[in-house]
């Protein structure tokens, strides 16, 4: 898949895999502990992170030495055939390498790999709080449907989470 991402080969995206599990955990277990990323309180092993993750739809950004920068990565919701179409996913993006147009260019081949597989809905749930991920969301395409209020505690805490989706305009 190979894309270019912020003109002179800034990084590149590829499908992720295994030889990527150290670094895509470290920057997933970092999200975790800034508090605005997930309910999740640790990063799962690799073959947790591997079961639960379609193999055509999770991608890593990598730079000129193979180090990872960012990854997305989508899971199906529901095993119901109605919800074919239908995935949710995360995306991740090492602090020291965001607001260079990685979590876009993730989102981009998310997009696109999904695309191709006939799935009309992307899904994810983001922290109110997170205005960094809602924003890059938004301009992948992705609206906000809605909130929900009270949904979980997270370290004891109630909290919102709003509802995003993006539903492609040519699959039907």
Known sequence: ???????????????????????????????????????????????????????GHRFAALDADGTVLGWVAASRVSDRCAYAGVVEHSVYVHRAARGRGIASALLRALVDSTERAGIWTIQSGIFPENTASLTVHQRAGFRVIGTRERIGRHHGVWRDVALVERRSPTVT
Not at 1 to 17: N, S, Y
Not at 45 to 54: M, N, Q, R, S, Y
């Open 1 to 55: 898949m190979d894309v270019v991402v912020g003109g002179a080969a800034d990084a590149v995206i590829v499908p992720l895999a295994p030889e990527h599990a150290g670094q895509v955990l470290a920057i997933y277990q970092a999200g975790i502990d800034e508090g605005n990323a997930t309910f999740e309180t640790f990063a799962p092993t690799w073959e947790e992170f591997d079961a639960a993750k379609l193999p």
